[in-house]
């Protein structure tokens, strides 16, 4: 089974790791602020608007700049001043934001005290490193369930793609059957645990989604998220009989990553959709949107695609791996240092 690690670090300010399964290591691009003391230039009393602005940023509250620099909060010293009654007053309206803002300064003024009394700054670094990763274990989802849609008409007879746009396919009555089928299966798995659903704009997969939605409770379904970027690997938007038998054999020689379809994509098209697609992922698990388990509803390549990104294998085990049958799906549980382990067995040739 495979394994990665999401976490990225409390005093990244610079720049933060683009994917969700960067590994925990040392922080790049730390402000040279936190190893000075507070009287130097780079102690946290010394920044200036430049370094309170990154902060805003790294701690995704960007929106109040404007607010802060208005109020002439442009400096480390007014910035370890603040207190929520200031935030309300600068109109930091809601009440999650000034609790975030009022959390993060706690830290900055423990990182002023420590660094005053002279303490090893590479501890305590760590220390809130480690803090900031506990903190994000709590709103990452136990589970991250990958389904492809259930069985189409274009499943059933391919020669619908000549005069059906590949978005509009419905799915057959069996794919109802299918995907409420799925749905029960999940419930029993998940009980009474929270649920948001990132679904595929297509068809097929909202209609997959209509039916395994039936199967949990309202209170349950925090959110239900239509993302384009889970939609099924583009092959041109009507395709001629004649010419995708040529296509499929030019595609089958070439690999299924690599091969363009004259008006389509590549399947390293769909990976790079991927890749931000996880950037989303993660940062609605650091505001704590994702619930207890995340669904996502997409297309046989997607999820192959998918687990080969976040797990970071090779090319050549991706073409190895069988594709996903309509609504089979494979779980990845969360494990005690944060990663996610696959613990769906995948078929794949030798």
Same mark, same amino acid.
């Given at each position: 089974?495979? @394994?990665?690690?999401?976490?990225?670090?409390?005093?990244?300010?610079?720049?933060?790791?683009?994917?969700?399964?960067?590994?925990?290591?040392?922080?790049?691009?730390?402000?040279?602020?936190?190893?000075?003391?507070?009287?130097?230039?780079?102690?946290? $009393?010394?920044?200036?608007?430049?370094?309170?602005?990154?902060?805003?940023?790294? %701690?995704?509250?960007?929106?109040?700049? /404007?607010?802060?620099?208005?109020?002439?909060?442009?400096?480390?010293? =007014?910035?370890?001043?603040?207190?929520?009654?200031?935030?309300?007053?600068?109109?930091?309206?809601?009440?999650?934001?000034?609790?975030?803002?009022?959390?993060?300064?706690?830290?900055?003024?423990?990182?002023?005290?420590?660094?005053?009394?002279?303490? /090893?700054?590479?501890?305590?670094?760590?220390?809130?490193?480690?803090?900031?990763?506990?903190?994000?274990?709590?709103?990452?989802?136990?589970? %991250?369930?990958?389904?492809?849609?259930?069985?189409?008409?274009?499943?059933?007879?391919?020669?619908? #793609?000549?005069?059906?746009?590949?978005?509009?396919?419905?799915?057959?009555?069996?794919?109802?059957?299918?995907?409420?089928?799925?749905?029960?299966?999940?419930?029993?798995?998940?009980?009474?645990?929270?649920?948001?659903?990132?679904?595929?704009?297509?068809?097929?997969?909202?209609?997959? #989604?209509?039916?395994?939605?039936?199967?949990?409770?309202?209170?349950?379904?925090?959110?239900?998220?239509?993302?384009?970027?889970?939609?099924?690997? @583009?092959?041109?938007?009507?395709?001629?009989? =004649?010419?995708?038998?040529?296509?499929?054999?030019?595609?089958?020689?070439?690999?299924?990553?690599?091969?363009?379809?004259?008006?389509?994509?590549?399947?390293?098209?769909?990976?790079?959709?991927?890749?931000?697609?996880?950037?989303?992922? #993660?940062? /609605?698990?650091?505001?704590?949107?994702?619930?207890?388990?995340? %669904? %996502?509803?997409?297309?046989?390549?997607?999820?192959?695609?998918?687990?080969?990104?976040? #797990?970071?294998?090779?090319?050549? +085990?991706?073409?190895?791996?069988?594709?996903?049958?309509?609504?089979?799906?494979?779980?990845? =549980?969360?494990?005690? +240092?944060?990663?996610? +382990?696959?613990? $769906? /067995?995948?078929?794949?040739?030798?």
């Amino acid at each position: 089974m495979a @394994e990665s690690s999401p976490f990225r670090t409390i005093s990244n300010l610079q720049r933060k790791p683009s994917m969700l399964s960067v590994q925990h290591s040392v922080p790049e691009g730390r402000l040279n602020s936190c190893s000075s003391s507070p009287a130097s230039p780079g102690g946290v $009393t010394g920044w200036g608007w430049e370094e309170v602005a990154a902060w805003l940023t790294e %701690i995704g509250m960007q929106q109040y700049q /404007d607010s802060f620099q208005k109020h002439a909060i442009e400096s480390g010293r =007014e910035l370890l001043q603040l207190k929520e009654d200031h935030l309300k007053e600068m109109g930091v309206g809601k009440v999650g934001h000034r609790l975030r803002l009022c959390e993060h300064l706690r830290e900055l003024r423990r990182l002023a005290e420590v660094t005053a009394d002279g303490v /090893d700054m590479d501890s305590l670094l760590s220390q809130l490193d480690e803090a900031r990763a506990a903190r994000f274990m709590h709103r990452q989802p136990k589970r %991250i369930i990958l389904i492809r849609h259930a069985e189409s008409i274009g499943n059933v007879d391919s020669s619908v #793609y000549a005069h059906v746009p590949d978005n509009k396919l419905d799915i057959t009555e069996r794919g109802r059957q299918q995907a409420y089928a799925t749905g029960q299966q999940l419930k029993e798995m998940i009980s009474h645990e929270s649920v948001t659903f990132y679904v595929s704009p297509f068809l097929r997969s909202k209609q997959t #989604y209509d039916q395994l939605r039936m199967c949990f409770h309202d209170e349950q379904v925090l959110c239900y998220r239509e993302d384009p970027r889970l939609r099924e690997q @583009e092959w041109g938007n009507f395709q001629d009989p =004649e010419q995708m038998e040529k296509i499929k054999q030019q595609r089958r020689e070439t690999g299924a990553f690599y091969y363009r379809f004259p008006t389509g994509e590549s399947g390293a098209d769909v990976f790079d959709r991927v890749s931000m697609f996880l950037e989303t992922l #993660y940062r /609605d698990m650091e505001k704590g949107t994702c619930g207890q388990n995340t %669904i %996502i509803v997409t297309h046989g390549l997607f999820c192959r695609l998918f687990l080969t990104r976040y #797990y970071h294998w090779s090319v050549g +085990k991706f073409h190895k791996l069988w594709n996903f049958d309509n609504c089979q799906f494979a779980i990845m =549980e969360l494990q005690p +240092k944060g990663h996610y +382990k696959l613990v $769906t /067995d995948l078929k794949s040739d030798p």
